[in-house]
């Protein structure tokens, strides 16, 4: 059951890339504050979602399907979950800079585009080294 969970979770969180990236487009390309708000509390939702999908692989999962041969994996996974966070927390700077009069867009944009490279990076892996070996 927790493997279809993870499993489904990385096709949410996965089509989710698209959508996050294609709406940054569209506030940059405006200007506009009020969307980048909006854009704020989705990544607070996601944000929450991704703590939950990590606690899980790492309490539950993990523990259940460490061995020799996928240790290092799964160790590298771990560090990822804490950057990803780290980059979450990093673009709610961000924001919180623009919307206090700041011009950072470009490095807003920079770690936007870290941010889903790192998370797509982050499910493949999971999806097609980790999760097959089980």
């Given at each position: 059951?927790?493997?279809?969970?993870?499993?489904?979770?990385?096709?949410?969180?996965?089509?989710?890339?698209?959508?996050?990236e294609n709406l940054f487009n569209e506030i940059r390309r405006n200007l506009d504050l009020?969307?980048?708000?909006?854009?704020?509390?989705?990544?607070?939702?996601?944000?929450?979602?991704?703590?939950?999908?990590?606690?899980?692989?790492?309490?539950?999962?993990?523990?259940?399907?460490?061995?020799?041969?996928?240790?290092?994996?799964?160790?590298?996974?771990?560090?990822?979950?804490?950057?990803?966070?780290?980059?979450?927390?990093?673009?709610?700077?961000?924001?919180e800079r623009i919307l206090n009069g700041e011009y950072i867009w470009a490095e807003f944009r920079y770690n936007i585009k870290e941010f889903l490279h790192t998370l797509n990076d982050?499910?493949?892996?999971?999806?097609?080294?980790?999760?097959?070996?089980?």
């Amino acid at each position: 059951m927790i493997l279809k969970d993870i499993q489904e979770e990385h096709k949410k969180h996965g089509n989710l890339i698209p959508k996050i990236e294609n709406l940054f487009n569209e506030i940059r390309r405006n200007l506009d504050l009020k969307k980048l708000e909006d854009f704020k509390k989705i990544l607070k939702d996601l944000k929450i979602e991704l703590k939950e999908h990590f606690f899980k692989e790492e309490s539950k999962l993990f523990p259940k399907i460490i061995n020799k041969s996928n240790e290092l994996l799964i160790t590298n996974l771990e560090k990822e979950h804490m950057e990803l966070l780290n980059l979450l927390e990093k673009l709610d700077k961000n924001i919180e800079r623009i919307l206090n009069g700041e011009y950072i867009w470009a490095e807003f944009r920079y770690n936007i585009k870290e941010f889903l490279h790192t998370l797509n990076d982050h499910i493949l892996k999971e999806d097609y080294q980790l999760l097959p070996s089980i």
